[in-house]
């Protein structure tokens, strides 16, 4: 069979899609794994200890913590890999990638010629255009008006923010999150851009009045409540080994 079509170079599939770093997937897959034996070992062990007998002789709770901590040591060698692994992966992706995309914005976002070069690809970037499409297309179906689309296709932007808050090592990380999200929002709201979005409503003594009180409240409540997350940033950042220098 003759195929007219040629195939399409990395370069031209990189246009079309995207997907996460080949040693990023590599990574969480082998960190998964890893985990998973790791979680596996101490339940075992918390299932022995929980039916440990009184009567049980010193002997038995030795041979069994021996066990436990052989376990253990065969998973080390993992571990260390991942460690330096992870080392490599933060230096040479995350970090700078962190770096590339709050700069970028940052310019974007500095006037309207910019932000309209941008606005297509800013959509696919955090919202991909298929899953929103998706979501509405099952919302309009048997689950209409009972699931909101986000929680039925989540957009790349929404599970960036719930793996934001899965994984902060800290008290009340969603707070945190929320706090920064709605001193963005009160600050909008305020703004020339902001207000503009006060004519959507017929009553604008209702948006003045109501609306942008109400937001300010609701960022002063999450201010408040993620006092506890902010004071153990402040506690954990004794050395910063990679200063954000953008």
Known sequence: MVHDEKPKNALSRR?????????????AKDLLTWQTKREEIE????????GEDK???EMKKRKRNEK?????????PTQRSLESRKVELLDELIFPSMANLTVLLEAIAKGPFASKMFEDDLKGLFFSEHLIKEAYKIEEGDKKGKVH????????LARFIEAVCATMPLPDPRLVV????????????????GIKFHAKFDDLTFAINKMVPDIGSARS?????SLEGYKQL???????HRPALF
Request: glycine share 2%.
């Open 15 to 27: 246009r079309e899609c995207y997907e996460a770093h080949v040693k990023v997937r590599s990574f």
């Open 178 to 193: 929320l706090d920064i999200m709605q001193h963005s929002v009160f600050n909008w709201i305020q703004e020339p851009a």
């Open 234 to 240: 402040k506690s954990d950042f004794h050395v910063d």
């Open 68 to 76: 436990y901590e052989r376990q253990k040591k065969k998973l080390y």
């Open 221 to 225: 409540w999450t201010t408040l409540l």
């Open 43 to 50: 339940r075992m062990n918390a299932g022995g200890r929980k």
């Open 149 to 156: 689309p986000v929680e039925l296709a989540p957009p790349v």
């Open 55 to 57: 009567d049980d002789d």
